[in-house]
């Protein structure tokens, strides 16, 4: 079975700054996705990156982007330039490469992400 | 597109009573996942649908809980002598099945609280 691992249960990063949340991953499987989601105070989860596992360039989204060690099964988010905005629980999330049948999102338990003045 | 939406929101009910949530997924959706959150954690997957046949089901879907999408449009969870340790968060996710990711967009959820 696959699991998610999220080590920091909560960080926080001065507004501008740089801050990077952990996340790794076990699987026997060789492809895959894996994706970061934002999940605000009291609102639905969005989207915040995705990467391909056969793809060997990090994924990158305006301010956020992801350092991919596919041997190590290490999948972290950095975030540039922090806003106020960003404060928020942050899950890291698995998904088996689509072959044809739905697969399930298999979640971490969430880093929150304080950002302050 | 209005995205994903849940209802209710808020569900207060007591120990024994039954409860039916429902979720209207983005319309072109044909895949519909149900996923249970607790305080603290990551969301667990409990089901998803393609179209109107459910396909696949957690072991954490008890025999109290059945899920149904009649038309393969919209669809309703419902939970049977509900206990408190039903009380969570129940999110709704839609995905569109083609050639790329699939990837899953959520819903805002309808929190359950069994006293």
């Known amino acids: 079975a696959q699991t998610v691992t999220q080590s920091q249960p909560e960080m926080s990063v001065q507004e501008a700054e740089t801050v990077t949340l952990s996340c790794t991953y076990d699987t026997s499987e060789s492809d895959y996705y894996l994706f970061w989601y934002k999940q605000p105070p009291s609102r639905q989860m969005i989207l915040v990156i995705r990467?391909?596992?056969?793809?060997?360039q990090n994924a990158t989204e305006n301010r956020f982007s992801v350092n991919f060690q596919k041997a190590a099964k290490s999948f972290s988010l950095k975030i540039s330039d922090s806003q106020l905005g960003d404060a928020a629980m942050y899950f890291c999330?698995?998904?088996?490469?689509?072959?044809?049948?739905?697969?399930?999102?298999?979640f971490g338990t969430g880093t929150r992400l304080q950002v302050t003045l | 597109d209005t995205g994903v939406s849940q209802d209710p929101r808020h569900k207060i009910t007591k120990r024994g009573q039954n409860v039916t949530f429902r979720c209207d997924p983005i319309s072109e959706h044909n895949r519909l996942y149900w996923y249970r959150q607790t305080l603290g954690q990551g969301p667990e997957f409990l089901t998803y649908f393609q179209n109107e046949a459910q396909l696949e089901k957690s072991r954490l879907l008890s025999d109290r809980f059945s899920a149904e999408r009649p038309k393969g449009s919209f669809s309703t969870l419902e939970i049977q002598r509900t206990e408190q340790g039903d009380s969570a968060m129940y999110l709704c996710?839609?995905?569109?099945?083609?050639?790329?990711?699939?990837?899953?967009?959520f819903g805002p959820g309808t929190r359950l609280t069994v006293l």
């Open positions: 996710a839609s995905s569109l099945r083609d050639r790329d990711t699939d990837t899953q967009y």
């Open positions: 999330a698995y998904r088996l490469l689509f072959t044809g049948t739905a697969s399930k999102l298999t």
């Open positions: 990467q391909e596992a056969y793809k060997q």
